[in-house]
């Protein structure tokens, strides 16, 4: 007996209506989308987006594409728990991170810091 199962509008994750396990794990992964994670196709495609744009010669464009990469890897590290009082540092060396002018080793120590978060 194969299980139906139905994609859903909102966040696009395959859901298996009538299991009670499966519908639970799907709630509570909409109550941190409510408080502003994204799931995780929707963050892919926003670092992917931004990536393209990253090394544009336009300034403006390749700044924003950063600031869209490093929100991305926040929603990210928010669904992985770590505190709303670590935003400004967390961002500030995800800024950091995706600089040319930042050295591999800082962006290895950068790499361990948050590795725990996602
Ligand atoms: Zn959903």
């Known amino acids: 007996m194969s299980i139906e199962t139905s994609i859903c509008p909102i966040c696009g994750a395959i859901c298996a ?5 499966d519908e639970t794990a799907h ?9 502003g994670v994204l799931p995780y196709e929707i963050r ?25 990469i490093a929100f991305a890897r926040w929603h990210r590290a928010r669904e992985g728990g770590i505190p709303l009082s670590k935003f400004d ?3 500030g060396d ?23 978060y996602g």
Do not use: C
């Not at 209506?17 to 396990?21: H, S, V, W």
């Not at 995800?94 to 080793?105: G, P, R, V």
């Open 17 to 21: 209506p009538g299991d009670a396990e």
């Open 27 to 35: 709630q509570k992964k909409h109550t941190l989308y409510a408080k």
């Open 44 to 68: 892919e495609f926003l670092k992917e987006a931004a990536y393209a744009y990253l090394h544009s010669n336009n300034v403006q464009s390749a700044e924003a594409a950063r600031r869209a």
């Open 89 to 91: 540092e967390y961002m």
């Open 94 to 116: 995800m800024l950091a991170y995706l600089d040319d002018q930042t050295s591999e080793e800082e962006k290895t120590e950068i790499s361990k810091r948050w590795k725990k």
